[in-house]
């Protein structure tokens, strides 16, 4: 599976961005889907989560409200929409796949098999 992450960029705070992951090598449909993020000096952390008919979607609190998974399985791709963009936002930002979901949505690392290479997000002040 090869993940091909985009959308970053530099944006005020307020703004918004749109990430998308394209996805290749597997049925899109089969992958249970997730955005990570890490900033400068700190682990890598679960942001949201799909599972594989992008019905099941999870968030973890800061962002929820502000930030929609979604995933279009017809174009193998997963998206990240992202409103109201604070500074704690900044990071680069990562999709991961994994093979065989023991849940409709994981929260862990560890739990998935591949990565995209990931997408930078700046939130000025």
């Known amino acids: 599976v090869q993940l091909q992450a985009s959308g970053g960029g530099l944006v005020q705070a307020g703004g918004s961005l749109r990430l998308s992951c394209a996805a290749s090598?597997?049925?899109?449909?089969?992958?249970?889907m997730g955005w990570f993020r890490q900033a400068p000096g700190k682990e890598r952390e679960f942001v949201a989560g799909?599972?594989?008919?992008?019905?099941?979607?999870d968030y973890t609190d800061s962002v929820k409200g502000r930030f929609t998974i979604s995933r279009d399985n017809a174009k193998n791709t997963l998206y990240l929409q992202m409103n109201s963009l604070k500074p704690e936002d900044t990071a680069v930002y990562y999709c991961?796949?994994?093979?065989?979901?023991?849940?409709?949505?994981?929260?862990?690392?560890?739990?998935?098999?591949?990565w995209g290479q990931g997408t930078q997000v700046t939130v000025s002040s």
């Open positions: 991961a796949a994994a093979l065989n979901g023991r849940a409709p949505v994981l929260y862990t690392w560890t739990s998935y098999n591949y």
């Open positions: 090598g597997r049925t899109f449909s089969t992958l249970t």
């Open positions: 799909i599972n594989k008919s992008g019905v099941r979607k």
